[in-house]
């Protein structure tokens, strides 16, 4: 018997995004997320005494031009060395655009697969057999799994391979494979990566993305680590998913319909919060929050928006102990009664309205011709000017929303005019 | 939608109340109610009501958040009415009439189309100060149309400081042009940072470049050292070749010598120094042996010459036993005398006892004094007892007459205590009353508060004027009402206001009258105007000639006094026809003087109609006046008709409301003052009734004890002073009684114990005379006696015991010595020669020096004796030493073969010269191995020759290869400090985090630009929708709202303005302006405040009633819009408002009564409705 770790995707210095700084949010928990978790990973394979560790690609931040980074992920592989575990990587995407994969020179018990063809490296002690291949390019079109070599019927068989597999979605689509194709290898366990998003494809044989290490930002939400496996003498095998986040990301979606003011708004955010924090207090957390639905304070809400999101982030700070960092806090409310376009719009206020109902309608393109945000966006740097993507269509409504809110509230709220 | 009842059930001040709306057709209701009445709430009510209660209110004051209600009555526009109620609660807020089930919220919804809480507040409701605050903002914006007409129908009286605030809001966060904007400055930090990562981060080139380098140098740094090594290698050659020249040519010098001396034998290496070691050794043993032999002869010689001591070493034991007894036998033979002298003194003494007990004294006969043991312990005892029994019969006596003496003495106290009769009767009355006891200092107390009120009555009656009434009138005696005086006191006030304000007016008018008068005067200096008066009547005069000549001419009749009167009219005139020219040509000069000063005819005429109409005025004031007086007389009469019944001359109102007060708190007092009396009567009662009862008890007990003519307290106090005595008395009596008894007991016991006490003495008699005559002494003799002769008889006994024992004693004395002189004797005759002169002490003395000198004679000889011994064994050691180095010797003789030991030094001295050559030759090869290093030591000589040819050159070889060292050695460090350099370059790349942390950093900035961004981009967004809202609202309403506005602001400036146009103002803008009754046109900053707010107020009612042209009414809340304006504008407005209120229901609040006044001025009572707000003590 004996454990292995499958970990991929450790995006080692990436930074987390999208939070704004404000009083109050914990600064220290975020700070390189990244390295503290890969720390947890060799932590944990010292600790478990695993036989070895396997790392699917993307080790690296495609972009990422600082050697200190790879100097890094080098003390933290001495570290396995001196526990004498061997770590296996392939290159993924990232790390075949990043210059850092090529000249780093890496420890004795660290190999990296030949991007040229697949290699197989065995562990005699272990009677196993690793197989794999890394991107010799960023991307990678190709079925890379179709030239792995078929398994070595004497040895437990791996396979490592950086692969979107048969998805799309938010990742690109690169190295793809069929779960048949890599099925009829014969291997006992893939380990792949590049989906950020753990997944188990096929239990026997063992086919499973690990997921990355660390949430990074509000889309990569839940627990993050990696699978701790263990092969049973009979050459079966178990995976056990294992933490190693040192920052949680959560999204926090609350409906507060039917509820009668801002202020039980705001005990169903603390019930809420206490509810998510309360099984992992320890942990600090990046949390998104959204409140929804149809509620008779939708108005009240949204005129006190800077309030409720400052009263928010207290009640963040309150419940969290100071470790837990509210992203953003989003109103998606709507009023309980809305407009009827139908209705004669002949009011002064009807005529915001309408036209804030025609730009809900109108394209994206239109919108932003109206508003003429040239100034701005020639002021702000190359790589930010597309960072809010202020003209995607479910950016522009939540503008449009806010805008109406804005507008409503200045106009129409207590101190505005009687 | 219309209200027809509004329930104020639970909600601010209010509790149950109701404000009615009468039916109209849709009706316009002036809700009255003074300051804290609580308008405020019923306007909160409202919205309240038809919108929900907000999360936080402040109407809870009086209900709680669960008990607040408000309810109504409404009629829908379909015709029905519908009875709700609104509660404060999480759901189900809208309930029926009977607060009991959920009201769906739609019906009351249906009612209001898309209007919600705060388009209601808006749109619906009006107060004065958002109607100025309206006002001021169209004068601040020159009044753009599309502005005014969207904040008149919005109802947003800060319309422009909302955009405003919404484009500064923007500009704050990003300004193309403002570095100091948020987002700029957040770029700026942006970029810093991104500048600030440039700088820390190391790519993998430069890692590539400086690991290369550091490669470089390593290969430098071997090659150097390659280098070094070969230059170092043959400079030690060289310097080895150079230093073996001298140990080559010793070596070989040495090893010829070695040849010469190969025959010498070859010794041990330490056979040398063995050799004279044993030498040494056999040497100084030699020595020692010959002293030990000289010295065991000398001894020898002594022990000869010491004497022979054993005939008295025989005797030693006796002789010493002898010398120590002869102590003890000279100390007893001076002890015997001084015993015999002690004998003699006791025999005297027996004598002398014998004597006093009066017996002979011979000693024989002490034996028949001895008395056995038991009898003389029973005389002592009987002694001891004789006194305690005595004594315990004399005292018994003397307690006996005691105890009789006390019970006489406390018969005769108990006797003199005679008891008294039963008092608890009267213990028990003062007990249950003792409270009562301060009722006369109550009764006092009452006694002076009555006679003080009595005087404040008086005195209070006088100051009020009502002397005239008794006191008993007092409380019947009836004053007007609060409610009276109120209404005369407002009556009154009215009046002085209205009259206040009639004067200002008419002194306003008569300053105008003589501003005119002056301006008539300033246009007439230079000559008198001509008016057109003068000439119409200056044309009637001509008229009149004219008809008159006409007449004439017709040959009609003309009157003389006709003519005459004409004529005298045109005084210069001779006849008509002259008289009729001089009017013509009057008429025409007039006619052209008014043509030419047309202006100022025209003003004359105007400031003389202002006067006329001025005076009028005057006139018409003046008489308002003089009702107003009349009124006021009415009123002072009628004031005084009221206080008639009380025969008070009143004052004023207000005075009378203090004189009222101080009525009112009379008849308190004097209310006061008769509850006292009562009580006063009965304390009285009370007081005598209760003495009364206490002094027959009294009597009763104690016919002496009377206690008349005392205050209550005294006779409380002298009736417990009375029972205490008795309580004492008898409590005295009971101790008595008690302690007789006690006495009683007492004597029985004593009487028994005497009796014993007798008995007990006559028997101790009778045994003391048995006694007595064995001691031979009398019957009656004191025990002192008895013991005296018992001590003398027992020293006797004493004193013969002793005498006895000293007798044995001098006898054994006498036989110790006896025995010591015959044993002396017989020694001494068998040590020294035999004599029987000698004495004791002269043997003694003879014996001790014989025995001293045999004693020390001998120790001597033991001495020598050890002494020979020690030396003889020591003497045998050394010889034995000796012989083994002897031996030793022998055998080193045989190595070398001689036969003395003294030829054995120069045999060692020649085999160690040889030796040291052989250790030479060695030294020297060791050396040269040494330099020879890796080659053999042949080798190296054979090399050594080789080189030997060139050896003058080898110095400057060496000279070379050192100044290519010292280049070689310089290149190195140079090498090593660039590998160091290099190395630490390499090394500073050690997996810091610094840029990952700057780039954390980055993005929490990038991600604050983005939310920055998308805040300036909502606001943006916002400020556009509000300007293009705005011009689509004036594009599609303009037109019919200003044509109702016109109306409206016509009407409220009583027709000052005729009506509101759109005009492009300087910058092209469209905005509003005034046009007035003559076609000129005042723009809104212009106007006067009043004006402009009656001109946002046209525009807002405007507004409105374009909007209920399409939709089914709401009501339209106003909250006292009227106290700027001026009375006849405020008339003319509330006519406007009713009009209005025609099209939807009108509720208009106030807290003037003189807006309700104004009301019923200007419309006709089935025109509107008052509603009063319930007095706040019904709420």
Not at chain 1, 114 to 136: C, M, N, W, Y
Not at chain 1, 383 to 393: V, Y
Not at chain 2, 755 to 782: F, G, P, Y
């Amino acid at each position: 018997m004996f454990k292995f770790i499958h970990a991929a995707d450790i995006h080692l210095d990436s930074p987390l995004r999208g939070l704004s700084l404000y009083e109050g949010a914990p600064v220290e928990a975020i700070r390189l997320a990244a390295r503290r978790a890969l720390v947890n990973l060799v932590d944990l394979a010292i600790e478990e005494k695993v036989a070895f560790v396997l790392i699917a690609g993307d080790l690296y931040d495609g972009d990422w031009r600082d050697f200190n980074t790879g100097f890094f992920f080098v003390q933290q592989a001495a570290r396995l060395r001196e526990a004498s575990i061997p770590l296996f990587l392939i290159a993924g995407n990232h790390d075949a655009a990043n210059k850092m994969t090529k000249s780093l020179r890496l420890p004795e018990n660290t190999v990296l697969f030949s991007s040229d063809q697949p290699e197989t490296k065995r562990l005699d002690s272990f009677e196993v057999a690793i197989h794999g291949q890394s991107f010799s390019r960023a991307a990678v079109l190709e079925d890379l799994s179709i030239t792995y070599p078929h398994a070595d019927s004497s040895l437990f068989n791996i396979g490592m391979l950086h692969t979107s597999a048969g998805g799309s979605g938010a990742h690109e689509r690169y190295a793809p494979c069929t779960l048949e194709g890599l099925v009829s290898k014969g291997y006992d366990y893939w380990a792949l990566g590049h989906i950020h998003l753990r997944e188990t494809l096929c239990e026997k044989p063992y086919v499973a993305f690990s997921g990355n290490v660390q949430g990074r930002h509000a889309k990569e939400t839940g627990p993050k680590g990696c699978l701790l496996v263990t092969v049973e003498d009979d050459r079966s095998c178990s995976a056990e998913f294992r933490e190693l986040d040192v920052l949680r990301w959560e999204s926090l979606l609350i409906s507060v319909t039917d509820i009668s003011s801002t202020d039980c708004a705001l005990d169903l955010v603390k019930t809420e919060l206490t509810k998510l924090l309360e099984p992992s207090q320890e942990k600090p957390h990046a949390i998104r929050l959204e409140l929804h639905g149809r509620t008779p304070v939708h108005a009240e809400l949204l005129a006190r928006k800077s309030q409720m999101i400052h009263d928010i982030r207290a009640i963040g700070i309150d419940i969290g102990q100071g470790k837990t960092w509210i992203e953003k806090v989003k109103l998606s409310t709507s009023a309980m009664r809305t407009r009827d376009n139908t209705e004669a719009m002949d009011g002064a206020i009807q005529e915001i309205e309408l036209l804030f109902s025609q730009l809900r309608s109108a394209d994206g393109e239109s919108i932003v011709g109206q508003l003429d945000l040239d100034d701005l966006l020639k002021k702000l740097p190359v790589e930010l000017q597309s960072m809010g993507n202020f003209d995607a269509p479910e950016s522009l409504a939540a503008i449009v929303n806010e805008a109406e809110a804005t507008l409503h509230q200045k106009l129409l709220s207590d101190g505005a005019a009687q | 939608m219309r209200i027809e009842r509004l329930d104020l059930l639970a909600y601010g001040p209010f509790t149950n109340a109701s404000l009615e709306f009468a039916h109209q057709q849709a009706g316009l209701h002036l809700i009255y109610g003074p300051n804290e009445a609580g308008k405020s709430s019923s306007l909160r009510a409202i919205t309240d009501l038809v919108f929900g209660f907000q999360s936080r209110t402040n109407d809870d004051f009086l209900h709680p958040y669960s008990k607040l209600r408000v309810g109504a009555k409404l009629a829908l526009h379909d015709g029905r009415t519908l009875t709700v109620v609104r509660r404060k609660a999480a759901k189900n807020t809208l309930r029926d009439d009977r607060d009991d089930a959920a009201v769906d919220e739609g019906r009351l919804q249906d009612q209001l189309g898309s209007v919600d809480r705060d388009l209601f507040r808006h749109m619906f409701g009006i107060d004065h100060q958002s109607l100025r605050a309206g006002g001021n903002e169209m004068v601040e914006g020159n009044g753009r149309v599309g502005e005014t007409l969207f904040a008149a129908a919005a109802g947003i009286s800060k319309l422009r400081s909302a955009q405003k605030s919404l484009l500064a809001q923007a500009e704050e966060l990003f300004k193309s042009a403002a570095k100091t904007s948020k987002i700029r400055k957040l770029i700026e930090e942006y970029q810093e940072l991104k500048k600030q990562q440039s700088e820390s981060l190391v790519s993998a080139d430069v890692w590539n470049a400086r690991d290369e380098l550091l490669k470089r140098l390593q290969g430098r740094q071997v090659t150097l050292q390659e280098v070094r090594l070969e230059l170092t290698r043959r400079e030690s050659w060289i310097q080895r070749v150079i230093d073996s020249s001298n140990p080559i040519a010793q070596l070989k010098q040495a090893k010829s010598s070695l040849e010469a001396m190969k025959h010498i034998p070859v010794l041990p290496e330490d056979f040398g120094t063995q050799c004279s070691r044993l030498l040494d050794g056999w040497r100084e043993l030699q020595n020692k042996i010959d002293q030990l032999d000289a010295s065991l002869e000398q001894l020898d010689t002594q022990v000869e010459t010491i004497e022979d001591a054993s005939h008295w070493l025989s005797f030693q034991t006796e002789i010493e036993g002898l010398l120590e007894e002869f102590g003890k036998h000279k100390s007893a033979m001076e002890d015997r005398p001084k015993r015999e002298g002690e004998r003699s003194t006791m025999l005297l003494r027996m004598q002398n006892i014998l004597r006093d007990l009066g017996l002979p004294i011979e000693t024989s006969n002490i034996d028949n004094l001895r008395l056995p043991p038991d009898k003389r312990v029973r005389i002592q005892t009987l002694g001891n007892q004789r006194e305690g029994l005595f004594e315990k019969r004399q005292s018994l006596q003397r307690e006996q007459s005691t105890i009789s003496t006390d019970i006489e003495k406390a018969l005769s106290q108990q006797k003199a205590l005679a008891t008294t009769k039963d008092w608890h009767l009267l213990e028990a009355k003062i007990k249950q009353h003792r409270a009562d006891s301060g009722l006369e200092n109550d009764l006092d107390q009452i006694d002076s508060e009555i006679r003080l009120a009595e005087a404040e009555v008086n005195g209070c009656l006088q100051r009020l004027q009502l002397n005239h009434l008794g006191m008993t009138e007092l409380s019947s005696a009836s004053v007007i009402s609060d409610t009276t005086l109120n209404e005369f006191d407002e009556q009154f006030r009215l009046l002085d206001k209205r009259k206040a304000k009639l004067v200002d007016q008419i002194q306003e008018l008569e300053s105008e009258a003589a501003r005119l008068e002056h301006e008539l005067a300033l246009i007439e200096t230079e000559r008198t105007i001509p008016s057109e008066a003068d000439l119409t009547r200056l044309r009637a005069e001509r008229d009149q000639g004219w008809q008159l000549i006409s007449r004439l001419l017709a040959d009609e009749t003309v009157s003389e006094s006709d003519k005459q009167r004409f004529l005298e009219k045109a005084n210069s005139a001779k006849n008509i026809s002259d008289a009729f020219s001089t009017y013509l040509s009057m008429t025409d000069s007039l006619a052209d003087e008014l043509r030419w000063h047309a202006d100022k005819v025209t003003s004359k005429a105007r400031f003389l109609a202002d006067a006329a109409r001025n005076k009028k005025k005057i006139g018409k004031l003046r008489e308002d006046e003089a009702q107003l007086i009349h009124e006021q007389q009415a009123l002072s009469s009628a004031w005084k008709d009221v206080w008639l019944p009380v025969k008070v001359e009143p004052k004023s109102p207000r005075q009378m409301r203090d004189w009222l007060g101080d009525f009112e708190s009379l008849r308190k007092q004097y209310r006061e003052m008769t509850v006292k009396d009562i009580q006063r009567t009965k304390l009285t009662s009370k007081v005598k009734s209760l003495a009364m009862e206490i002094q027959a008890l009294l009597v009763d007990i104690d016919a002496n004890a009377s206690a008349e003519k005392r205050s209550l307290s005294e006779l409380f106090q002298f009736a417990e002073d009375f029972v205490d005595d008795c309580i004492k008395k008898q409590s005295r009596y009971m101790q008595i009684e008690e302690t007789l008894e006690q006495d009683r007991t007492r004597l029985a016991d004593c009487d028994i114990e005497l009796a014993q006490a007798k008995k007990e003495w006559e028997q101790w008699q009778a045994d003391w005379s048995a006694e007595m005559q064995r001691v031979r002494l009398e019957k009656d003799a004191l025990p002192a006696q008895a013991n005296c002769v018992l001590q003398e008889v027992q020293e006797l006994f004493q004193i013969q015991e002793d005498y006895q024992n000293l007798s044995r004693r001098i006898d054994g004395i006498d036989r110790d010595a006896a025995d010591f002189v015959h044993r002396l004797k017989s020694v001494a005759n068998q040590v020294l020669a035999p004599s029987s002169n000698r004495t004791t002490e002269q043997s003694i003395r003879m014996l001790r020096d014989g025995l001293e000198v045999a004693v020390k004679a001998e120790e001597k000889r033991k001495t020598l004796d050890d002494t020979r011994k020690k030396q003889q064994a020591s003497r045998k050691e050394i010889s034995d030493q000796r012989n083994t180095i002897a031996k030793n010797l022998d055998e080193l003789c045989k190595q070398v073969q001689c036969n003395e030991y003294h030829e054995l030094p120069t045999l060692v001295a020649v085999a160690g010269k040889k030796s040291s050559v052989e250790k030479e030759v060695a030294e020297l090869e060791k050396h040269l191995v040494t330099l020879a290093r890796n080659k053999t030591l042949d080798e190296f000589i054979a090399a050594f020759d080789a080189e030997s040819a060139r050896f003058d050159e080898l110095p400057m070889q060496l000279d070379a290869i050192h100044r290519d060292l010292a280049s070689n050695m310089d290149e190195y460090d140079r090498t090593l400090q660039e590998v160091k350099a290099a190395k630490d370059d390499l090394d500073r790349i050690d997996g810091s985090a610094k840029s990952a942390e700057i780039a954390e950093k980055i993005q929490t900035v990038a991600s604050e630009i983005e939310d920055a961004s998308r805040e300036t981009i909502t606001l943006r967004l916002a400020s556009s929708i509000l300007s293009k809202a705005m011009e689509k609202y004036r594009a599609r309403n303009q037109g019919p709202v200003l044509g109702l506005a016109s109306d409206y602001f016509a009407r409220m400036t009583l027709q000052n303005y005729r009506s509101i146009q759109a005009e492009f103002d300087e910058q092209g803008n469209p905005s509003l302006v005034g046009v007035r009754r003559d076609g000129t046109q005042v723009s809104v900053g212009g106007m006067s405040d009043g004006t402009c707010d009656q001109l946002f107020l046209a525009l807002r009612l405007a507004s409105l009633e374009v909007w209920l042209d399409k939709h089914p009414p709401i009501p339209f809340v106003v909250d006292d819009i009227l106290v700027h304006f001026d009375e006849e504008r405020a008339q003319a407005t509330l006519k406007v408002l009713h009009d209005f209120s025609k099209r939807t229901q009108v509720l208009f609040f106030t807290h003037h009564e003189h807006t309700l006044r104004l009301a019923e001025s200007i419309l006709v009572a089935n025109e509107f409705q008052i509603v009063r707000l319930p007095d706040r003590q019904h709420i």
